[in-house]
């Protein structure tokens, strides 16, 4: 029983190591680069989305954000969830339109370099719809979402 305890807090202990060493193993230039964009920004913690990119999850004027960089510090994009009291009005008259009969499983808003977008979950049955718009009310895109194969779900 005590080694298995033993073996319980070693594994506890490396992987809050584990956890740590990522954010030290930033590139300085891309946490300038986040401080300058995201000030205000608390409870941050950096994860490396591949090798050629850092994503921050972090917390600002009470939301959950998450933003990418790539390795030389230049900001990629910035996700957030929305509600749907949030959603501009002229995003609102096509989402509307374009929605009928689905529920919202998630909205989340989109900025990169292009400007902002504003992506929609949509549910209805078994059927899943991903829907963009962007930020003039246009639809980028609407197709229906992929689903994640049975075997990934089951591991």
Known sequence: MKTLILAFAALFLISITACGQA?????????????????????????KE???????????????????FDIAGTWIETE?????????????????????????????VTENKDGRAYEFLL???????????DSN?????KEQAEKEDEEDEKN
Not at 25 to 47: C, L, M, R, Y
Not at 82 to 101: C, H, Q, Y
Not at 123 to 133: A, D, H, N, V, Y
Not at 137 to 141: D, F, N, Q, S, Y
């Open 123 to 133: 549910k209805k049955g078994e059927t899943e719809i991903e829907l963009i718009i």
């Open 23 to 47: 954010g030290k193993d930033v590139p300085a230039t891309v946490k300038s680069t986040f401080s300058q964009k995201f000030p205000k920004a608390t409870n941050v913690e950096w994860g």
């Open 50 to 68: 591949n090798d050629k990119e850092w994503e921050a999850e972090f917390k600002m004027d009470g939301k959950e954000y998450s933003a990418n």
């Open 80 to 108: 957030y969830e929305i509600s749907t009291k949030e959603i501009p009005a002229s995003v609102k008259a096509t989402f509307d339109k374009e929605s009928l009969g689905y529920k919202i499983g998630e909205s989340v």
């Open 137 to 141: 009310g246009k639809v980028i895109k």
